[in-house]
């Protein structure tokens, strides 16, 4: 089965990362403007893959159009799949999520995929990654909200700069170079975290199953 979620996600990443890149840019004078429809088309597939693995580019990212900049955040978000040296949060995780997600609304008890069911201490997991690491990214930000102000107040440019780091993709809108020696530091710290920081929570969490004694009584709690 995880070979299956693997290859399904990548699949699907790569496809939707190619479609929505080459889509957007390719009314761009900036960056598809000079190319030939070939080279459009291997310029939209490549950024589309690239973003979720390793520092290459075809084009100047600083020029692509926010929302194709900001679909990259999303992709180096997720990044590579478990077993990988990639960063992110890894394919599995994003894929468990989602099917969380659509066993809750379709009322089910069970998380399945492929006639499998996906136990529940892996969704918890899933769930504490993604959360974890959606919190160093926005912090991440956060802090170079501070320390680059006023000299860098694109907060696209900023969210893409930490978002890269946590990935350890290494892409950057033209902002690396300028950044202070405290955003520096940051950015160095956000990629350890990246780097070592998901996989440790998970080998951590999967090495404290410590079954209860007792346990308190559900009660009710509204949601939304």
């Given at each position: 089965?995880?070979?299956?979620?693997?290859?399904?996600?990548?699949?699907?990443?790569?496809?939707?990362?190619?479609?929505?890149?080459?889509?957007?840019?390719?009314?761009?004078?900036?960056?598809?403007?000079?190319?030939?429809?070939?080279?459009?088309?291997?310029?939209?597939?490549?950024?589309?893959?690239?973003?979720?693995?390793?520092?290459?580019?075809?084009?100047?990212?600083?020029?692509?159009?926010?929302?194709?900049?900001?679909?990259?955040?999303f992709l180096m978000f997720i990044g590579a799949s478990s077993g990988s040296t990639g960063g992110g949060i890894k394919t599995t995780t994003f894929t468990v999520l989602l099917l969380s997600i659509i066993a809750t609304v379709k009322g089910s008890t069970d998380v399945q995929f492929w006639k499998k069911r996906i136990p529940q201490e892996i969704v918890f997991r899933a769930l504490a990654v993604m959360t974890i690491s959606m919190g160093v990214v926005l912090t991440a930000t956060f802090l170079l909200t501070i320390t680059e102000y006023p000299e860098h107040n694109d907060f696209l440019a900023l969210l893409f700069e930490a978002t890269s780091a946590f990935g350890t993709v290494g892409m950057s809108m033209n902002l690396t170079a300028g950044l202070s020696d405290a955003g520096k530091c940051i950015i160095i710290i956000t990629m350890f975290i990246g780097r070592l920081g998901p996989l440790t929570l998970a080998l951590a969490l999967a090495q404290k199953s410590v079954k209860q004694k007792y346990r308190y009584p559900e009660d009710k709690l509204l949601i939304g």
């Amino acid at each position: 089965m995880h070979t299956k979620i693997v290859l399904i996600t990548s699949g699907f990443l790569c496809l939707a990362g190619f479609l929505i890149v080459f889509m957007i840019e390719l009314f761009n004078s900036r960056t598809f403007g000079m190319l030939s429809w070939k080279e459009k088309i291997w310029a939209g597939y490549f950024q589309g893959v690239v973003t979720r693995t390793a520092r290459f580019n075809s084009i100047d990212i600083g020029a692509m159009l926010p929302a194709s900049q900001f679909f990259m955040i999303f992709l180096m978000f997720i990044g590579a799949s478990s077993g990988s040296t990639g960063g992110g949060i890894k394919t599995t995780t994003f894929t468990v999520l989602l099917l969380s997600i659509i066993a809750t609304v379709k009322g089910s008890t069970d998380v399945q995929f492929w006639k499998k069911r996906i136990p529940q201490e892996i969704v918890f997991r899933a769930l504490a990654v993604m959360t974890i690491s959606m919190g160093v990214v926005l912090t991440a930000t956060f802090l170079l909200t501070i320390t680059e102000y006023p000299e860098h107040n694109d907060f696209l440019a900023l969210l893409f700069e930490a978002t890269s780091a946590f990935g350890t993709v290494g892409m950057s809108m033209n902002l690396t170079a300028g950044l202070s020696d405290a955003g520096k530091c940051i950015i160095i710290i956000t990629m350890f975290i990246g780097r070592l920081g998901p996989l440790t929570l998970a080998l951590a969490l999967a090495q404290k199953s410590v079954k209860q004694k007792y346990r308190y009584p559900e009660d009710k709690l509204l949601i939304g």
